[in-house]
């Protein structure tokens, strides 16, 4: 019997990606965020705030992505996101609390 991989399903349409930024920011929890200006990354992050600009969204991520690295780039218009995937994890969980408390200690 074999078993059947499960897949993750990144979310591409621009209605849901708000949803699931809104969520992030008001819960803390993390999200997989790509975006044109990342290039072919993906950081894991949550969403500090969201601000409304004329005909588009600034997303304020969180400077440092879930494991304390440095976000290249920590503002991204909501239209440069090409997708997210939300996790249940909290951006402010103690164990990733200290592991970026030690890695800034490290630096």
Do not use: C
Request: no cysteine.
């Amino acid at each position: 019997m074999e078993l059947e991989q499960p897949s993750i399903q990144w979310i591409t349409d621009a209605a849901e990606i708000l949803k699931v930024l809104i969520d992030s920011k008001e819960n803390g929890n993390v999200i997989g965020i790509t975006a044109l200006s990342f290039g072919p990354t993906i950081a894991m992050t949550a969403v500090d705030d969201i601000v409304d600009v004329k005909n588009d969204k600034i997303v304020l991520l969180r400077e440092n992505d879930l494991l304390g690295i440095k976000l290249a780039e920590s503002e991204v218009l909501l239209s440069e996101i090409v997708s997210v995937y939300p996790l249940k994890t909290k951006y402010n969980d103690p164990f990733h609390v200290r592991l970026r408390d030690y890695r800034k200690d490290d630096l």
